[in-house]
């Protein structure tokens, strides 16, 4: 490890140089990547090298993180940016934001080519979601974390950030909004999910599948999503510094409609059904009259929630094939510009 | 609604349910399973609905047995499409379908089948250019579905949507995935988002790209499935919707056309690569005269030493040779290894797609840098 550290300033120094030193033999200047750190796994620091779950021996530093990988300085210069350096399940909405509003404006940028954003894994669906809704660019935006802490063995991390790098670079990547990129592929944010808790081929698009996907040889894509996204969404949080209270609702057998009550005491102005349930009929009401918008998701992790015969005004607003903590994410956007049920319904159709 | 249009759409209901019951007994045992239930407004299908043309390749959904419960050794009498139609008058409801038979007389398949989906292809593209016509469906047996839609999305010039159907049980089996296949189907190929996608296939409520779309499950209904890629987008209960949109070149982007195909296609043909597989198989395929050979190469595209060296003396008489992968799913690449050893990676295609690209590759060009741009982008 000691040895490690002590190698760090060598390797920094290597990638400052590399392109330096291209420039200096008269090749074209590397490309600029801008790299935003977040934290999560895949700066995390373990006791030991079999510590693959309960790593919280220490950070690493978004310095430590791009020295941890010298190939990169061969393809990219990268300039970093730390937002925060926690797990993703304490990011939110202050995050978000910042992210949102920082990446369209390095974006804008002539001399920057696209983006990368390092995130814990549990909830980086949830962030990645919420930048395809809101950066404003067509440039590459990547996302990608570890399920294997820094200082593990066999650890993902390296490779996933170098393959995350090569997608942000790559000219197919442009347009095709946020990207997420671990274990050589590349999922849309729209439909990928984490679907493991410790396997390295956690993150999946149930049935959708992949986009592409980063081999040897090269960065290689067979899909395009056609869900809006990015510089064509109509949500702006240029302006915004808070985001509506919008929960989530699971819905079991005999699921007391306490939860829904209390969350609309604590005033969420949005609500979004993982299941619904029988019991919740009442208190669904209850909050409906109080102004409550409620959309309706599905626990089963696979399938769309179909229309409600009777449109969203008058029966249900319906997710389609977003999962729960990602309509919450829409939903939460929606409700900066509507509380009208027919256009919610039409935002989830669209995005 | 008033009461007496009330009155009035029942009476329509009650008689769509007759006609429905009437043309259910017509076909006899034909689609015992569909539920003789009108859905409402059937009676009075809706003005300006798209024209589907309903062409039949045969397949398992035009199979039929006496006994519902025979799900695996069914046959003839086939169905022809109009019967299809007869007994889903529920299609009525999405299209103006227009059936057409394709089929080779029973016993009188061409040989190469190849000279069958020429005609078929010809016939694709001729109806892409008739205005009465919005969509296509096409039924086909689901053992080599998956390939004649590939050749189709590669060599026919169209932008209406195309739509590949089968079924895993026979139209008169029990629980038969076919009717609702078939109705599927229609409502994808007469649905706008469907066009310009390259040929579909749809069945068991999913859509997907001809290109990635293979046969996994001998009898399963959920036989269809991508296996590096998923769907492109779901027949669901209450709308077509589409997901993603393939990238790679076919249909109205590709470089190869129907019309200027020669009049039968180069002989290539498919090896499968396993411990010790030895290289008088490539040596006999040679000598047999191909020009190219597929080789379904074990890992991430490794051929045996036998097919190694076999491969060279292939190589020196001018047959290509391409390697795919027998993991399944997963790319071959392109390595600095396979370029010393002039072999074409397949990409991730599965070896019976690859052969029909290298095939349409070869009736163009024998330059091994160029069918590698054709594999990097079809």
């Known amino acids: ?351 | 609604m008033s009461t007496d249009r009330r009155a009035a759409r029942r009476r329509l209901s009650a008689a769509a349910c007759a006609v429905i019951a009437a043309l259910s007994m017509s076909v006899g045992a034909f689609a015992q399973e569909i539920p003789r239930l009108a859905p409402p407004g059937l009676a009075a299908p809706p003005a300006g609905l798209p024209n589907v043309r309903l062409i039949s390749l045969g397949g398992t959904i035009s199979g039929t047995a006496t006994d519902r419960l025979n799900l695996t050794n069914y046959g003839a009498p086939r169905l022809s499409p109009e019967d299809w139609i007869a007994a889903l008058p529920e299609l009525a409801l999405v299209a103006n379908v227009t059936p057409e038979d394709l089929r080779e007389p029973e016993g009188k398949t061409s040989k190469p089948i190849s000279l069958h989906w020429m005609k078929v292809a010809r016939r694709l593209q001729e109806l892409g250019a008739d205005a009465s016509v919005d969509g296509i469906v096409v039924t086909h047996g689901t053992n080599v579905l998956a390939e004649t839609a590939y050749f189709m999305n590669l060599v026919v010039n169209i932008k209406k949507p195309v739509v590949f159907v089968g079924s895993q049980r026979p139209w008169t089996g029990i629980s038969g995935d076919g009717p609702l296949n078939l109705y599927n189907a229609v409502r994808v190929a007469a649905t706008k988002e469907s066009a310009g996608k390259g040929v579909l296939q749809a069945m068991n409520q999913n859509i997907h790209a001809a290109r990635d779309v293979t046969k996994t499950s001998a009898y399963r209904v959920e036989t269809f499935q991508g296996v590096d890629l998923g769907v492109l987008g779901v027949a669901d209960p209450d709308i077509v919707k589409f997901f993603t949109e393939p990238t790679r070149r076919h249909t109205f982007n590709s470089e190869f056309n129907v019309s200027s195909l020669p009049a039968s296609l180069p002989d290539v043909e498919v090896l499968y690569a396993y411990s010790d597989a030895p290289g008088y198989l490539l040596d006999a395929m040679v000598e047999r005269g191909v020009k190219g050979i597929v080789i379904d190469g074990t890992g991430a595209g490794a051929l045996t030493e036998g097919f190694t060296e076999a491969a060279k003396r292939a190589q020196t008489k001018g047959v290509v040779i391409v390697v795919t992968a027998r993991t399944f799913g997963g790319r071959v690449q392109d390595t600095p290894r396979r370029r010393e050893a002039n072999i074409v990676p397949g990409d991730n295609l599965p070896p019976e797609k690859a052969r029909l690209l290298l095939q349409l590759a070869l009736t163009k060009t024998t330059d091994l840098a160029e069918i590698t741009r054709i594999f990097n982008e079809y």
């Open chain 1, 1 to 351: 490890m000691l040895q490690r550290l002590r190698l760090v300033p060598v390797l920094l120094a290597f990638t400052l140089l590399a392109p330096l030193a291209a420039f200096a033999s008269g090749a074209r200047p590397l490309p600029t990547i801008k790299m935003f750190t977040t934290g999560g796994t895949i700066q995390s620091k373990g006791a030991h090298r079999l510590k693959l779950s309960d790593y919280s021996d220490g950070r690493v530093t978004p310095d430590e993180l791009l020295a941890d990988v010298p190939e990169i300085g061969k393809i990219a210069k990268v300039e970093v940016v730390e937002i925060s350096n926690k797990g993703s399940g304490s990011v939110g909405a202050k995050e978000h934001l910042a992210l949102a509003k920082q990446l369209t404006a390095e974006l804008a940028r002539p001399d920057v080519a696209g983006a990368v954003v390092t995130h814990g894994t549990s909830a980086l669906e949830e962030t990645a979601f919420f930048l395809q809704l809101t950066v404003k660019s067509d440039k590459p935006v990547v996302v990608v974390g570890s399920m294997r802490p820094f200082t593990a063995i066999s650890r993902d991390g390296p490779l996933n950030l170098y393959n995350a790098v090569r997608t942000a670079l790559a000219p197919e990547a442009k347009g095709k909004g946020v990207l997420v990129v671990l274990n050589d592929t590349i999922h849309s944010a729209r439909f990928v999910t984490k679907n493991h808790t410790y396997h390295v081929e956690t993150f999946v698009a149930r049935e959708i599948g992949p986009l592409g996907y980063t081999d040897s040889d090269r960065v290689v894509f067979y899909r395009a999503p056609l869900t809006r996204h990015t510089a064509n969404s109509e949500f702006d949080v240029s302006k915004l510094d808070s985001l509506p209270q919008v929960d989530i609702v699971y819905g079991y057998q005999e699921a007391s409609p306490g939860s829904i009550d209390g969350l609309v005491k604590s005033g969420a102005q949005g609500l979004v059904l993982a299941s619904g349930a029988g019991t919740y009929r009442n208190a669904l009401e209850r909050a409906k009259a109080k102004g409550v918008v409620i959309v309706a998701s599905d626990r089963k992790g696979a399938g769309r929630v179909t229309h409600h015969k009777d449109g969203p005004d008058k029966g249900a607003i319906t997710a389609g094939d977003l999962n729960p903590q990602k309509a919450r994410i829409l939903l939460r956007l929606a409700l900066t510009k509507t509380h009208d049920p027919l256009e919610i319904q039409r935002m989830f159709d669209e995005y």
